[in-house]
């Protein structure tokens, strides 16, 4: 059996009553690229949120590599290496992609390296690696505020593994992207996705399509069903509630 990176057992979460997450049981293997998909209000906003304990829930628990989640802060939970994407890019501006990048990395040194300024060569050659994962190295010194928003994304994703993180989560990452940026942030996750576990959620089926392997399908806060896009896509619960009503 594989390790598991991400276990939810019968996760509940409640609001007033109203039952975002109801049940939910998910698993994901380490090493995995899972995308979360459903229609609007089907919970994969709280279950990020629950993920990251922003939200704690109300029945049920979460475990990240067999350790329960239950009542730590989020940044402890960020510190056990799951990082997260939020829909809006949070980088600095006036900043470089180069320098953007290298103050994620030094937030994670301790104080003492941070102290010498200059990053050494290992870290130099870290960075230089990333930008060019990222599609960036020839616009590295330039204001980050002169990126396209598809640049700017691809920056954030960057500025998330710099953080090294085991688990990557990922927020809706094409929303309002062209074509062309949507499918620059696919090959970027599937690149990422040969040395990283990554959660997806997502809604444009397009992008689904390229970087899919395995789908998960929430409806109305539990798993609707899980398979391949091709099966996902041609089951008749799925097309009710959610490719119908797309394709309408
Ligand atoms: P999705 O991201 O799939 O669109 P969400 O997780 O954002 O769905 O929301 C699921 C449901 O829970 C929605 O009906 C939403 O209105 C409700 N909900 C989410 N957060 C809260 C909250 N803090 N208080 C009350 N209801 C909420
Ligand atoms: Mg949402």
Do not use: W
Not at 138 to 159: N, T, W
Request: aromatic share 6%; net charge negative; hydrophobic share 40%.
């Amino acid at each position: 059996m594989n390790a598991k990176i991400l276990e939810t057992e019968n996760v509940t979460v409640s609001f007033d009553g109203f039952k975002a997450l109801n049940q939910l049981n998910f698993s994901m293997d380490l090493g995995e690229l899972r995308v979360v998909i459903g229609p609007n209000g089907a919970g994969k906003t709280t279950f990020l949120d629950v993920i990251t304990g922003k939200v704690q829930p109300t029945v049920g628990r979460v475990l990240f590599k067999g350790k329960n989640l239950r009542s730590l802060p989020e940044h402890q939970i960020a510190r056990l290496g799951i990082g997260r994407k939020f829909q809006t890019p949070r980088i600095y501006l006036n900043l470089t992609p180069r320098e953007n990048l290298e103050i994620t990395s030094n937030r994670n040194k301790n104080a003492f390296s941070t102290l010498f300024g200059r990053p050494h060569a290992a870290e130099k050659n870290s960075i230089k690696g990333l930008l060019e994962t990222i599609g960036l190295s020839l616009k590295a010194d330039i204001p980050s505020k002169l990126l396209s928003h598809g640049e700017k994304q691809r920056l954030e994703i960057g500025m998330l593994v710099a953080q090294s993180p085991d688990l990557l989560l990922v927020d809706e990452p094409v929303a309002g992207l062209t074509d062309e940026e949507t499918y620059n942030i696919g090959e970027l996750l599937l690149a990422l996705a040969q040395s990283h576990s990554i959660l997806v959620i997502e809604h444009d089926m397009e992008f689904v399509r390229q970087i899919a392997r395995k789908v998960t399908v929430l409806h109305e806060g539990s798993v609707l069903c899980e398979g391949s896009f091709e099966e996902v896509q041609n089951d008749s619960r799925v097309i009710e509630v959610y490719l119908g009503k797309q394709q309408d």
